[in-house]
């Protein structure tokens, strides 16, 4: 599984003109599933984004957690993250879940961050258009 969590003021998706997921402050995860992710996996990655120390203390040096913050999260599908582009110019995802696997760990994943703080999401396989302002800017990957 890996993430790229993104630290944003406002971000936004959007699916055939309209808003299907929008938030204020807090982290847009772009998430992707390779064949050998389970639900142990992702509990890990859950964990992981929620104990993220990336959000900025009193003194400016970045020391909170996101529920520290009353933050929210824009949680997108993205599958090209397993893209890998070392052999010629046109990434080949076979490292890439199928679709049909990776939905149900992406649910799975939003449903237990859900338990904790407030998630917004994409359409699994639809084409999205994603807007947002990167804080800092701070873009970090995760990776299990």
Avoid: H, W
């Amino acid at each position: 599984m890996r993430i790229v969590a993104q630290r944003s003021l406002e971000a936004s998706c959007e699916v055939d003109g309209k808003i299907t997921g929008k938030i204020d402050k807090g982290l847009v995860l772009l998430v992707g599933f390779t064949q050998t992710d389970t639900k142990e996996v992702v509990d890990y990655m859950v964990r992981k984004v929620l104990n993220l120390r990336i959000f900025d203390d009193e003194n400016g040096v970045m020391n909170k957690s996101i529920d520290k913050e009353n933050a929210q999260i824009l949680s997108i599908s993205q599958f090209t993250l397993y893209g890998d582009p070392i052999k010629g110019n046109r990434p080949s995802y076979i490292k890439a879940l199928n679709g049909e696997e990776a939905i149900k760990l992406y649910d799975y994943f939003n449903e237990q961050l859900s338990k904790e703080i407030k998630v917004e999401t994409g359409i699994f396989g639809a084409e999205m258009k994603i807007s947002l302002v990167n804080d800092g800017p701070i873009t970090i990957i995760i990776e299990k």
